[in-house]
C-alpha cells in the first residue's frame, strides 16, 4: 500500500506497471523499466511516474505534498523547483512528455524530490544550490536497491 512508503513514493503494482510498459514504443520501452519486479506484487517507486504510467496499486495515486527543501527528501535525493525544472525542459527543447519531466508537479509545497544526479545537469534546486553528494566507504551506507562502487584507481 502506499503508505509503506516515503512521502515522494507510490507502491508501484508490478502487473500494472508491465501493462504501461507493453503499451511504450520499442524506444520508449528501452528507457521504462519496472525493476525490481518479477510477477506479481508491487514495489516503492519514486511518485514522479505514478501518473504517467498509471501503475500505482489499486489503480490509484497518492496525493503528493511535494517538498520545499532538500532536508525533505531522501539521502540520495534533492529538491527541485516545479517551475525551474519546467523552465529547463522548456528551454531544452525535450518537452514535458519526457519521462524525466518534472513529474508530478505542481505539488502543493511547490517541488519534489529527485535523484540528486539530475540537479547538477538541470539546475533546478529549489534554493538555488545543488547539495552535497554524501558518498559511502560501504555497502551498509546506501539504500537497499544501491550498492558502494570504488571510485579509487
Not at 501518473?51 to 535525493?77: I, K, L, R, Y
Not at 511547490?110 to 538555488?128: E, L, N, S, T
Amino acid at each position: 500500500e502506499h503508505e509503506q512508503c516515503g512521502s515522494s513514493e507510490y507502491c508501484m503494482d508490478c502487473d500494472r506497471c508491465a501493462k504501461y510498459h507493453d503499451s511504450l514504443t520499442p524506444d520508449d520501452q528501452l528507457r521504462w523499466t519496472c525493476e525490481p519486479c518479477v510477477g506479481s506484487g508491487g514495489h516503492c517507486e519514486s511518485g514522479r511516474y505514478c501518473n504517467m504510467a498509471n501503475d500505482g496499486v489499486g489503480g490509484t495515486c497518492p496525493e503528493f505534498q511535494g517538498c520545499s527543501q532538500h532536508s525533505e527528501c531522501n539521502d540520495d535525493q534533492y529538491c527541485y523547483s516545479c517551475e525551474k525544472c519546467n523552465n529547463f525542459y522548456g528551454a531544452s527543447g525535450l518537452g514535458s512528455e519526457s519521462f524525466v519531466a518534472c513529474q508530478p508537479c505542481p505539488t502543493p509545497r511547490g517541488g519534489f524530490c529527485a535523484i540528486r544526479d539530475w540537479c547538477d545537469i538541470r539546475q533546478d534546486a529549489v534554493d538555488d544550490s545543488c547539495p552535497q553528494v554524501k558518498g559511502c566507504s560501504a555497502h551498509s551506507d546506501c539504500h537497499a536497491s544501491q550498492y558502494c562502487e570504488d571510485c579509487g584507481g
